[in-house]
């Protein structure tokens, strides 16, 4: 309705001046400018207003922007010597290029005020005709250095249905057509790099020109680092702490690990939550967490494995005795043992505690030949019983070779070779991603 108004009001003469009537007359805004002698050619340049958000999930970065566009229309020449500023809803009235962002999911024209839209016409019949828009871009992301990567989006300009028989594009200064980039924020990126090519489109209808402005974005990792890298780091230090503590204290060290290890998987997935769902990206990120993960985890099977080792010791007297010193330590600091009576009430205990193992072990000696006895009486099953036997005694003493003297001695060993094995891991996870 108001566009019906407005060319009732331009038939009728009454809102353009006669320079503007003048240039009208004759006008045909469906004809591009030398329509019978060759090629249109508009020079584009950009101001980048802001990147609002850069979303690794949608793999897509929203912009605001002012396009810009120059051609030649030798219909709108004029004599005088200075420029004509027109309302942004006359560009109805000329023919203006089809320009389209190749990549934009969704796009809008500011209108707030009025619809955001300049036009200039100059007396060599030179039309600028500017624009600003917000639009959201796909912009294709290679996670695997995710958050030690630099990604590099594209913002492309291409006219939908002039090929380049009828429409030539070009930037007007080169890389300096595209401005504003240098006091850019942005909250984790950094721009590293920037630069404009040209190029054609090839689709089935034609060929058809394109303008193509790169810009590259590092990421900052020190958000990372605050956000997950030391929290992950921190928690495996702690799991390391079980080591200090002894052996007897089960419930101690199994909450140690049992907390770890589920603070850790919490950490995990509230790391996953900002990055896409897909399975062909091992991040980064993802490889560190899993390294303290199995740190983590690998503190706790080895109290497991310690313990089952004391419990099963083959030197019952060795682990009465280094128990009982534990023990008596223990009442030391507990307060337990005084000054008087503390060497006899731990002779006492070492007494009672030396003739329980070896009570313990004439039994288990005992009993073993009780069963070779007994086992001679019967005749010795022959075929896969014996087979299975053997086996069985081939693996026992397999792993009599691998038995650990001490079992206390796990500890004291996994109290160097863990924090050395994370040291040594960290300094090959952070130069393969930081400089590879």
């Known amino acids: 309705m108001e566009d019906s108004l407005l060319s009732a009001e331009m038939k009728e003469g009454d809102i353009l001046p006669p320079t503007i009537q003048k240039l009208m007359q004759g006008y045909n805004k469906y004809l591009r400018p030398f329509f019978d002698n060759g090629p249109v050619t508009v020079g584009m340049s950009l101001d980048i207003a802001s990147i609002d958000t850069i979303s690794e999930i949608n793999m897509d970065y929203t912009a605001t922007i002012f396009l810009r566009q120059r051609w030649t229309d030798e219909r709108l020449c004029f004599d005088g010597n200075k420029s004509l500023s027109l309302d942004g809803r006359l560009v109805e009235l000329l023919w203006v290029p089809d320009t389209f962002i190749v990549d934009s999911k969704k796009s809008f024209l500011h209108d707030i005020t009025v619809e955001n839209r300049l036009v200039r016409i100059f007396p060599n019949g030179t039309v600028l005709y500017a624009l600003r828009i917000t639009t959201t871009v796909a912009c294709s992301m290679d996670l695997t250095k995710y958050p030690m990567d630099t990604q590099t989006c594209t913002l492309q300009l291409e006219s939908w249905g002039y090929n380049v028989k009828d ?72 799991s390391w702490v079980s080591f200090w503590i002894s052996q007897s204290s089960v419930p101690a060290r199994i909450c140690i690990g049992v907390t770890t290890v589920l603070t850790m998987t919490t950490l995990m997935m509230g790391a996953r939550t900002s ?16 390294i303290c993960f199995s740190f983590i985890f690998g503190a706790l099977i080895e109290y497991a494995v310690a313990h089952f080792c004391t419990l099963h010791q083959p030197n019952a007297t060795n682990a009465f005795r280094y128990g009982q010193e534990m023990q008596d330590r223990e009442d030391e600091m507990n307060g337990i043992v005084t000054s008087l009576d503390g060497p006899s009430l731990r002779t006492k205990r070492r007494r009672m505690m030396l003739a329980t193992g070896a009570m313990s072990s004439c ?14 009486d019967k005749e010795p099953e022959v075929g896969n019983c014996a087979k299975s036997w053997a086996i069985i005694r081939r693996v026992a003493s397999m792993l009599y070779c691998c038995r650990v003297e001490n079992p206390h001695y796990i500890d004291n060993y996994s109290r160097l070779t863990f924090p050395l094995s994370f040291i040594f891991i960290n300094l090959l996870y952070w130069t393969y991603y930081l400089y590879f």
């Not at 984790?188 to 404009?196: H, S």
């Not at 680092?225 to 702690?238: D, G, H, K, Q």
């Not at 990055?275 to 899993?290: M, T």
């Not at 039994?363 to 001679?376: A, F």
Request: glycine share 6%; charged share 15%.
């Open 167 to 238: 429409v030539l594009f070009y930037w007007t200064r080169g890389n300096a057509s595209v401005s504003g980039l240098d006091t850019l924020q942005l909250a984790q990126y950094t721009l590293e790099d920037y630069y404009t090519s040209e190029s054609e489109a090839v689709y089935e209808t034609g060929n058809y020109p394109r303008l193509i402005f790169h810009f590259q974005l590092k990421r900052s990792i020190l958000y990372f680092i605050l956000e997950t890298y030391v929290p992950s780091s921190a928690l495996v230090v702690l």
């Open 275 to 290: 990055l896409p769902n897909a399975n062909c990206f091992i991040k980064a990120i993802d490889v560190y967490l899993g």
């Open 363 to 376: 039994s288990l000696s005992h009993t073993s030949e009780m069963k070779e006895d007994g086992g001679g």
